[in-house]
């Protein structure tokens, strides 16, 4: 969904090296969601942001920062990246009224 | 906890046959189920979803699901399927009464034969 993007489209970098993902929206949403991606595993939520001061933990956010810069942005970190992190990840945006979620292109970033 | 199972990783079919990918889901309280396609090196495409009414809902690209409460599925479904429909495909559920996380499946891998 070309309303939904990410920067950068693809990365390597090494291990302890700080890393961020970039997702910018102009659907208008208020809630947005970071994902990562891993072979027969689906999709696992890092983090959610109901909205600019609401940020909450997902399944799997260890390792994992995020930043809700305005209501259109939202930037997830890893302080220092480890090989395991190796995975495609999305960013996702929804409106408050229904649950349907926009992905963006993703993200797929090699840890080496 | 809510949770979603694709019990097959891989779905072959011959063009023009009809297609079945299936999903069942466990929640407490009532399921909000969505379908999503991802084509190679794209994110996920929203394609269906079902929150409340007629159990079969009709979506994308002709595609279609059928909910079925007793038996906690909800397939997706195609009268007759097209080569360009091969993608990787992933349901995922809601529950009324969570924080509205999606919990998604681990995915089926479609592919169509010419």
Not at chain 1, 57 to 66: A, F, L, R, T
Not at chain 2, 21 to 45: A, E, H, I, M
Not at chain 2, 46 to 55: A, E, P
């Amino acid at each position: 969904d070309a309303d939904v993007t990410q920067t950068p489209r693809n990365r390597i970098t090494k291990t302890g090296k700080r890393i961020m993902l970039e997702c910018s929206q102009t659907k208008g949403h208020d809630r947005m969601y970071w994902y990562r991606q891993d072979p027969g595993l689906g999709l696992r939520l890092i983090y959610y942001s109901f909205d600019v001061k609401d940020i909450n933990k997902g399944e799997i956010s260890d390792g994992y920062s995020v930043s809700r810069q305005a209501q259109a942005k939202f930037s997830l970190s890893l302080e220092s990246a480890i090989p395991n992190q190796t995975a495609l990840y999305f960013c996702a945006t929804s409106d408050r009224h229904t649950d349907t979620q926009y992905f963006g292109p993703g993200t797929r970033l090699t840890v080496l | 906890a809510q949770s979603v199972a694709q019990p097959e990783d891989q779905v072959n079919v011959a063009e023009g046959n009809p297609l079945t990918v299936k999903c069942t889901y466990s929640v407490s309280g009532n399921p909000y189920l969505f379908w999503y396609v991802q084509y190679p090196n794209r994110g996920l495409q929203f394609l269906l979803k079902y929150i409340t009414g007629d159990n079969l809902v009709k979506g994308s690209y002709g595609f279609e699901a059928e909910f079925n409460k007793s038996q906690t599925s909800f397939h997706l479904k195609k009268p007759s399927a097209l080569v360009s429909d091969s993608a990787l495909y992933f349901c995922a559920v809601i529950s009324s009464g969570s924080a509205r996380q999606l919990t998604f499946g681990s995915g089926t891998q479609l592919t169509v034969l010419p």
